[in-house]
T-cell receptor, first 114, second 112 residues
Framework: GAGVSQSPSNKVTEKGKDVELRCDPISGHTALYWYRQSLGQGLEFLIYFQGNSAPDKSGLPSDRFSAERTGGSVSTLTIQRTQQEDSAVYLC????????????FGQGTRLTVV | GDSVTQMEGPVTLSEEAFLTINCTYTATGYPSLFWYVQYPGEGLQLLLKATKADDKGSNKGFEATYRKETTSFHLEKGSVQVSDSAVYFCALTPGGGNKLTFGTGTQLKVEL
């Protein structure tokens, strides 16, 4: 596609339910990132995939969060047993691998846990 | 680990005023530095970047100079417009890597 696509754009879920957020990166981009943007909290790094290397999961806030990237393309971020503090905008970005390359961001998924 | 610190907002300016948004960083080696912008209702997009010391990134009238001696990358614009109202994020990638580390963002509001 022309840009990074995320779905759904909005998700309202009940506390305790599991959710899956999807990211379709730009074709050919081998680096993929997930960030969380909370009101007043800026951009919080969650996880980073680069090619076939083991992902950098150092930003995942708890073991309720996991992500996978199938076939080096589409990525899914899963949040199990959602809590109200998980409410945020989840942003995905992709880039070419290489020095100083620009990361392109999707529009994000706004998650609201009620 | 790597970190980015930027001035807190919101910053409110009158049109045609001079803008400075401060950004300092902590990183090992020689990072690359970026400013991203998020306009209302839109996704994050790259505004400008600098990849080595003393480089100046520029775009849309905005400028930022990579100052290694002060570990800073302050964003400036000589005359802001209402259309510049947005949230601005300073970010870095480590030398030899791609992982982006962002500051907390600074909201800019420009009024007539």
């Amino acid at each position: 596609g022309a840009g990074v696509s995320q779905s759904p754009s909005n998700k309202v879920t009940e506390k305790g339910k599991d959710v899956e957020l999807r990211c379709d990166p730009i074709s050919g981009h081998t680096a993929l990132y997930w960030y969380r943007q909370s009101l007043g909290q800026g951009l919080e790094f969650l996880i980073y995939f680069q090619g076939n290397s083991a992902p950098d999961k150092s930003g995942l806030p708890s073991d309720r969060f996991s992500a996978e990237r199938t076939g080096g393309s589409v990525s899914t971020l899963t949040i199990q047993r959602t809590q109200q503090e998980d409410s945020a905008v989840y942003l995905c970005a992709s880039s070419l691998v290489g020095l100083n390359t620009e990361a392109f961001f999707g529009q994000g998924t706004r998650l609201t846990v009620v | 680990g790597d970190s980015v610190t930027q001035m807190e907002g919101p910053v409110t300016l009158s049109e045609e005023a001079f803008l400075t948004i401060n950004c300092t960083y902590t990183a090992t080696g020689y990072p690359s530095l970026f400013w991203y912008v998020q306009y209302p209702g839109e996704g994050l997009q790259l505004l400008l970047k600098a990849t080595k010391a003393d480089d100046k990134g520029s775009n849309k009238g905005f400028e930022a100079t990579y100052r290694k001696e002060t570990t800073s990358f302050h964003l400036e614009k000589g005359s802001v417009q209402v259309s510049d109202s947005a949230v601005y994020f300073c970010a870095l990638t480590p030398g030899g890597g791609n992982k982006l580390t962002f500051g907390t963002g600074t909201q800019l509001k420009v009024e007539l």
